[in-house]
């Protein structure tokens, strides 16, 4: 049994059963499907790597209170679609306590679940599983129940498995920072590889196969690679469009290892030169996010770190003539929304947008302290349209963010990402290295 699952029951409270879903595979297009990728909450508690698996920890249980329901084995099955664990493989691999045939699930579940006060279970995300329990539950509503009732409480387990994802213990912090140096290196590949000509498309290629030989799974999302305007784009993933000398490009690319991601973004010129309007935009956004690396720290908060980002950027945004005004009156305005409009970053982990909550109240007054363990990204950007006539012209179409992964510790924090540099003479430095 996992030391995450061990914990896990340790928080489950007094007589009650949890059911925890493996994710499915979904169909890409007619009969093939996506690249499977597990269910984190459950790779996290039970490192089983296998679709249409369900784990029932049942801690009262004191024989099995760790049951894996798997594929069976099928010699026919196995040959088209891949190997799989089948029973023995899940008691003997992978520390269940039992094992039994994922047919047998929802004819089990009166006796998994009758009994207990409380369900640990997520609804609204496998509807499958959804129906088998409401058919459970329906059941014996009807029934005068003489022996044992359903339960009567039912627990989004995400509570517990949210914060307990959200503090990173030291082997986890490992796996990230595997993941980061991978990622880190295939962007410091990009910087000497791209050059003018070359298409978005080539430049994501070589990233994401330098990230496999390096012995990740793949990408932990997918990537962004946007040149000049592109990188406008928020979320622009097509990717298909060829980069233009005196352009900057965007990368937002990161590397999954072990199921943990890593999520990095650098932005630099297509001909290896910033311009002087480039600089400007670059040295501001920079200048940003190394003061909300320094404010990601314990005991600072994720919404303080927000207003501080804000209150940086709209001074930056006044610096470059992009706003005018009086700073409180701008940001009571919102006016930054117009050029950065989205978080300064996010929790990172097993997602790249990571589990655990970001308030400690319902009304999202309370914003979450910072602690160590925890992994956030900094990542602040501005992106100025290039139809903006508000906007000096010379900063039109060009789109900067840059984003590191955060570790925060005891006396402040470790930047895991710092392999591949942001320091523009440095990046220039190592392009035009590359170009002798
Ligand atoms: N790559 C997604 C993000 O930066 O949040
Ligand atoms: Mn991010
Ligand atoms: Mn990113």
Redesign the pocket.
Known sequence: MREQLKRFIDQMEENSVAIIPAAHEKSRSYDTEYKFRQDSDFWYLTGFPEPDAVAVIDPQNKKSPYTLYVRPRDPLMETWFGRREGVDGAVKNYGANKAVSIEKFAADLPKLLDGRDKLYYRFAVDQTLDQQILSYLTEQRVRRLKTAYPPHTIIDPTIITGEMRLHKTAEEVELMQVAANIAAEAHILAMKKVKPGMNEGQVEALMEAYMKDKGASGV??NS?VGGGDNATIL?YVENNMPLKDGDLILI???AEYKGYAS?I?RTFPVNGKFTEAQREVYDVVLDVQLQCIEYTKTGNTVRGRQEFSIELLTEGMKKLGLLKGNTKDLIKKKAYLKYYM?GV??YLGLD??DAGRYFTDQGAKNSKPLAPGMVL?V?PGLYIPADDKSAPAKYRGIGI?I?DDVLVTEDGNRNLTSKVTKDPDEIEAIMAKSRK
């Open positions: 932990a999302y962004i979320h937002d690319a990161g999520d973004t989205h970053g996010h790249v947008h990204t990542e963010r984003e």
